[in-house]
């Protein structure tokens, strides 16, 4: 996991000898020698976080498209060498998406993962509403900011209610974030059960086909 071009400039004192999206650009040069590196040592799945993408906005409505126009052309620099059997994934943080809907499909990443426990799947209606996500993406199905543990049948029934919303095909099962801010006897069973609710539900669709 590697944190994307964007986020880092939006998360830093930048430069001011020269325009941001320059900046970005460079940065995003530097993270594209790293992302072939691990390519090159055998990883097929790199995660590139955007969590800050739509945090970088102008005020100003009418400087929104170019930002956005950069800021996705930065993503794409990232992982333009990667062959095709490499998966970018990306990941962003509690947001309005609906005005940024189409620049998330322009940054063409493989999956998108976002946090979404706290929304009661109210975040999933952009990417299934007025415009068709094609890729896949993963709902945060339990909440990383709080030490309690849930029980299988809870993220069972989480999923379900994501499922009611996107496309199986899609769909990916996964915490909501990074998991730095947890004890390890937390993660532990919580991941223990979030993978056997992805079982119990692979098992009951099989079966329903």
């Not at 100003?60 to 956005?68: D, G, I, P």
């Not at 049948?153 to 989480?158: G, L, M, Q, T």
Request: charged share 25%; glycine share 4%; aromatic share 8%.
């Amino acid at each position: 996991m590697l944190t994307g071009p964007v986020t880092i400039l939006n998360w830093s004192f930048v430069r001011n000898d020269q325009p941001r999206f320059e900046t970005c650009y460079q940065i995003a040069l530097a993270i594209k020698d790293e992302v072939e590196d691990l390519e090159k040592a055998g990883i097929n799945v790199i995660q590139i976080d955007e969590a800050a993408l739509r945090e970088g906005l102008p005020l100003r409505k009418s400087e929104h498209a170019f930002y956005l126009k950069w800021a996705v052309h930065s993503f794409r620099i990232t992982n333009c060498g990667v062959k095709d059997t490499t998966q970018i994934h990306t990941h962003m943080c509690y947001s309005n998406f609906n005005d940024i809907i189409h620049s998330i499909i322009d940054m063409d990443a493989d999956v998108i993962t976002i946090e979404n426990s706290r929304s009661d799947e109210k975040l999933l209606s952009v990417f299934r509403e007025g415009v068709k996500y094609g890729a896949g993406i993963g709902p945060g199905v339990y909440d990383i900011h709080s030490p309690r543990i849930p029980s299988t049948e809870e993220i069972a029934d989480r999923i379900n209610k994501m499922l009611a919303v996107l496309e199986t095909n899609i769909l990916w099962v996964n915490p909501d974030c990074g998991l730095k801010t947890r004890k390890y006897e937390e993660v532990k069973p919580a991941l223990n059960n979030m993978v056997a609710a992805a079982k119990q539900l692979r098992t009951k669709l099989a079966s329903a086909k």
